[in-house]
């Protein structure tokens, strides 16, 4: 019988056919499909994490671990009910205007998916006001914003900025990162969290909402 062990083990190794295979295993098991991404899939991810900040695992290893979390909960979201769905939390990723790296961007999405988050990535060089705009649209409860150059850092600002002249400001937490980026600088910006890597961001908005 296919069990959260495997499911646990799948993920942390990336290991996207094994990651399906229990999952299918387990749906024939008559499990339900909420439970195995809230026991299953969310905790494989924080068990990544916690491997990569500890220094057991590097940038390479996070992004098979979030691959194989993908191909679970590929398997699973056609199955969730609309009521579970709505209860998921909900993230708007950016890369700031002017800046086109994405990989940092890339591994948050991932990485929020797998921790059970309906995610809206914009791409790459993101407008505040597309920002803005995209925050209402999905009703979103998280935006990240990355920035990965000295020169694009203040746009995170601008989208803060562009928040609150909105209205919209007080109903969405703001998690900025990027190479450049600080903890300082995100509390003089008025960012909620500042994240070295998605993890740490993940874990410092878990304890906020």
């Known amino acids: ?36 991404i809230s026991d299953g899939v969310v905790p494989s991810m924080r068990a990544v994490g916690k491997k990569f900040d500890s220094g057991e695992y590097f940038i390479p290893d996070m992004l098979v671990s979030a691959d194989a979390s993908q191909a679970a909960l590929e398997k699973i979201e056609p199955l969730l ?6 209860k998921s939390k ?49 009703d979103a409860d998280v ?24 209205g919209v400001r007080g109903e969405v937490l703001v998690a900025v990162g990027g190479a450049p980026v600080t903890q300082e600088y995100a509390e003089d910006i008025g960012a909620d969290v500042y994240g070295a890597s998605p993890f740490e961001a993940l874990n410092k908005l878990e304890n906020i909402l």
């Open 1 to 36: 019988m296919s069990n959260f062990g495997e499911l646990k083990e799948a993920i942390m190794n990336g290991d996207e056919d094994l990651a399906e295979e229990v999952v299918d295993g387990l749906l024939k098991d008559g499990e339900d499909p909420e439970k195995i």
């Open 81 to 86: 009910s609309g009521e579970s769905l709505e």
């Open 90 to 138: 909900r993230a708007v990723f950016a890369t700031v205007q002017g800046d086109q790296h994405d990989i940092g961007k890339n591994l948050a999405v991932m990485i929020f998916k797998g921790a059970g988050y309906r995610v809206k990535d914009l791409g790459t060089d993101v407008s505040p006001e597309e920002v803005v705009e995209a925050v209402k649209e999905f």
């Open 143 to 166: 935006v990240g914003l990355s920035a990965l150059l000295t020169t694009t850092m203040e746009v995170q600002r601008d989208v803060i900025e562009a928040l609150e002249a909105d």
